[in-house]
């Protein structure tokens, strides 16, 4: 009987430990199919904050999911406005209305975004020896892009934290380096 009893414990550790492996593997993100860019009409592709341009035929990685969410999120910080007529488009997805720069708002790319359900809630935001918090305000479309509601700019990578000037600033990056920045996140 105690023979049973090991065997069914190691049976079950074995199952476990399977199961673990595999909720790991769910967790990868991998892309969802591309995009093939087309050449925006002429003055349509708003290039403020060094903002991408589709470029015609060009193939364009687009993503339904994000790395998962932990305590120290691994992101790549961008520079977006916020405001009317700004490299943002239209207004933010959460509550339909644009944002001052002067503001510390993000979009996050389409995983992290999560249907809407981080809208209006805060993240933390870590670089350069400091921290922000930002109110999540719209999402950084990771599954469409190259088109007028996307202001014909290419789909976001799907690990993308897209802030106001006020998140840069108040990370401390010096003006002339604004536009991408390694950073860490999590919920507040």
């Not at 593997?25 to 904050?49: A, F, L, V």
């Not at 992101?75 to 007529?85: S, V």
């Not at 479309?141 to 802030?163: F, K, L």
């Amino acid at each position: 009987m105690e023979c049973f009893g090991l065997k069914a414990s190691l049976i079950l550790v074995a199952i476990l430990l399977f199961a673990d492996c595999l909720n790991v593997e769910g967790q990868i993100c991998r892309p969802s199919g591309t995009i093939r860019g087309k050449k925006p009409p002429p003055g349509k592709c708003n290039q403020d904050n060094d903002s991408d341009c589709c470029k015609e035929g060009q193939l364009y990685t687009k993503y339904k999911c994000s790395p998962p969410v932990s305590s120290h999120t691994k992101a790549f910080l961008t520079l977006n406005g916020f405001e009317k007529d700004e490299d943002g488009g239209a207004p933010s997805e959460c509550d339909n209305h644009y944002h001052s720069d002067d503001t510390p708002v993000v979009a996050l790319s389409t995983g992290w975004y999560n249907k809407g359900s981080r809208c209006l809630n805060n993240i933390t935001i870590t670089a350069n020896g400091r921290s922000v918090v930002a109110m999540v305000v719209d999402e950084c479309d990771s599954t469409m892009g190259c088109d007028s509601v996307h202001d014909y700019q290419p789909p976001c990578r799907n690990n993308i934290v897209d802030a106001s000037r006020a998140v840069w600033k108040a990370l401390g990056v010096p003006h002339g380096q604004w536009g991408g920045l390694d950073i860490t996140w999590t919920d507040a």
